[in-house]
């Protein structure tokens, strides 16, 4: 089956800084790639994802990248803010079955 | 739009005692809802798979048994812990997928905290 690696388990940066979270994947099958931010006691929130005929994808502050060779894909947060503080989960998946997520990081912004 | 709905939100309960938990999708008929359970500062860990008019597919170590799972129509999933025991104690996620939209997509409830005592 599926694994996801995610790192680093916890990230602090300062306000407006960028923030990098990593991960890897093991099944080459795997063509979605979803990632979601989650405060506490709070639901997963999809932020962005990417399919696998995509290389980069950009949102305002937050951009996904892909590199379908290696099995990684990357989020990065840019100028970041306090309320960027949460835990931010990878996952991927294959079109038409379920999600298989990271371990999570915990990303914490001061001011 | 996208909306899934949990209840309840939290239910604290006495060991051996069933618990039912609902996840319905509000604006949107859901194919597919998947069960999750989150112990605190970890990840969300699939339990099950359903789909709308069949039997949920489990992941493994999941007892069947245990957590019993009905998608009756294409809004509703219910969870039903059977005897519960304090190890069961966690934060249930559902999430839905929807039948018009991108396949892949995700819609999660805000959960449903259990404590068994």
């Known amino acids: 089956g599926e694994n996801v690696e995610q790192h680093p388990s916890t990230l602090s940066v300062q306000e407006g800084d960028s923030a990098v979270i990593k991960c890897t994947y093991s099944?080459?099958?795997?063509?979605?790639f979803p990632w979601y931010k989650q405060e506490l006691g709070k639901r997963p929130q999809l932020i962005i994802d990417?399919?696998?005929?995509?290389g980069e994808k950009k949102d305002q502050r937050i951009a996904v990248t892909l590199n379908k060779t290696a099995k990684h894909f990357s989020l990065h947060i840019t100028e970041t803010q306090p309320e960027d503080s949460a835990v931010y989960f990878c996952?991927?998946?294959?079109?038409?079955?379920?999600?298989?997520f990271g371990k999570g990081t915990s990303l914490l912004v001061t001011p | 739009g996208a909306v899934v709905s949990q209840h309840p939100s939290w239910v604290i309960c006495k060991s051996g005692t069933s618990v039912k938990i609902e996840c319905r999708s509000l604006?949107?008929?859901?194919?597919?809802m998947f069960w999750y359970r989150q112990f605190p500062k970890q990840s969300l860990m699939l339990m099950a798979t359903?789909?709308?008019?069949?039997?949920?597919?489990?992941e493994q170590g999941v007892e069947k048994d245990k957590f019993l799972i009905n998608h009756a129509s294409l809004t509703l999933s219910t969870l039903t812990v059977t005897s519960a025991h304090p190890e069961d104690s966690s934060f249930y996620i559902c999430?839905?997928?929807?039948?018009?939209?991108?396949?892949?997509?995700?819609?999660f409830g805000p959960g449903t905290r259990l404590l068994v005592l």
């Open positions: 990417i399919r696998s005929n995509v």
């Open positions: 359903s789909n709308e008019g069949s039997k949920a597919t489990y």
């Open positions: 999430s839905a997928r929807a039948a018009d939209r991108a396949q892949e997509t995700q819609y």
């Open positions: 099944d080459s099958a795997s063509n979605y």
């Open positions: 996952a991927a998946g294959d079109s038409g079955y379920a999600l298989n």
């Open positions: 604006d949107f008929q859901a194919t597919t």
